[in-house]
């Protein structure tokens, strides 16, 4: 197995049986309001998914879910600010609080339709010579000071369709320059999850990494995992069809292994301005071409009398602009598992999906870090405990990724199991 795949699967992406707990604080309290509502495509209606909502001049943001709704929680200080509403392919929007509804506001995005009369940049011929140039511009063009930032981390296991284990946590990530070798530094504020063993057959299935699954699928900041140097040979790079991002011309590349090579590496698609050669977004997955060795890659420990493989392994990273500089926004991690049981007629599939994003940041002036103990290991399993499922009001003024309708279900499940055990306990 190539080298450069060891980091980012290995460390961050493991099924563990072990659980390491891990404590949060409750927020401080803060004057906020909240605006909620759903991005959708202007003229179908539909939902747009993972679409950007940030507030101009300042360091706040979310993003829509799976369905495309958003809840954006603003300071009270700032309700007369303006939010920017971006998706890729689409014509950004800027839309004062004030004209958000009470009971939620529908945003409609117009598709940015790119004509050649629109391009006044000069095409590239050589698709892996843009990837190469824009990865040896990450010193000049992304983040160059360290930075604090405040993010939410979502997980949730899956069987077939049904939850089994859902985990949140706010964080701080101290985010190190992007020209840096240093890796970043996590710290957990506070969290709260639930796991329904019962229904995980007889194996504890453990998402292991946390928030570093999600942190490690920033490619600019960790190039080596899928594009060391070395390894561009064993991808073939082409153009896609071009679109665009907040109104820019974006230059759309396929990468995909070269059938030759026989260990599984990536194909997916990277989303690069045309004009500063920067990388706005990337959509990419494992090409399974052998299942017992993906299953050693992501596998650390099963029963006897089982078998467990990948069948599907992605993510997805977008990057956010402040003052010409980009950092990164939002990522995220699929993975689908196959466990088939020796001496059973039907075998069992599992969804484990992980996401986080930066709802807040500011300039690190040089303050504490937290000493080795105190930061999130990259063997975590976030603790079991359902602290704060029973409370509406848990996250207080952070931001979060709106709960999908399945989450919401799977919470108030939670809350009617706890009020039960609490009748129990009186």
Known sequence: MNQHLGPVLMLCLLLGFSVSAQEGEQASAMDFRSYEGVVRDADSRDPLVFATLTLEDQNISTVTNSEGEFLLKIPESLAGGTVQVSFLGYKSRSIPLNQFEENGTDIFLDVSVTTLQEVDVVVPRDARALVQETFSRRGENYMQDPMEMTAFYRETIRKRRQNVSLSEAVITVYKTPYASPRHDIAELYKSRKSTDYSKLDTVALKL?????????????????????????????????????????????????????????????????????????????????????????????????????????????????????????????????????????????????????????????????????????????????????????????????????????????????????EERKSD
């Open 208 to 420: 292991q990494g946390g928030p570093y699954n999600t942190l490690y699928v920033d490619l600019m900041k960790y190039p080596d995992y899928i594009f060391a140097s070395d390894y561009f040979d064993d991808y073939n790079f082409t153009f896609d069809r071009n679109t665009r991002i907040n109104d820019r011309l974006i230059f759309v590349i396929n990468f995909r292994q070269k059938d030759e090579i026989i260990e599984p590496l990536f194909t997916g698609k990277l989303y690069i301005d045309a004009e500063r050669k920067i990388l706005t977004s990337a959509i990419f997955s494992l090409n399974i071409t052998d299942p017992k060795v993906a299953s050693r890659m992501f596998v650390r420990k099963k029963p006897a009398n089982a078998n467990v493989y990948p069948t599907e392994v992605s993510y997805r990273v977008d990057y956010r602009e402040k003052d010409g500089k980009w950092y990164y926004g939002y990522s995220n991690a699929i993975l689908e598992f196959k466990i088939d049981w020796d001496k059973r007629l039907f075998n069992s599939i599992y969804n484990l999906t992980c996401e986080m994003a930066v709802t807040d940041w500011e300039p690190y002036t040089g303050g504490k870090i937290p000493k080795s103990k105190e930061r999130i290991r990259s063997s975590i399993i976030l603790s079991d405990a359902t602290d704060g499922f029973s409370d509406p009001e848990f996250w207080g003024a952070y931001n979060i990724i709106e709960p999908d309708k399945s989450i919401e279900s799977a919470i108030r499940k939670i809350q009617r199991q706890i009020k039960r």
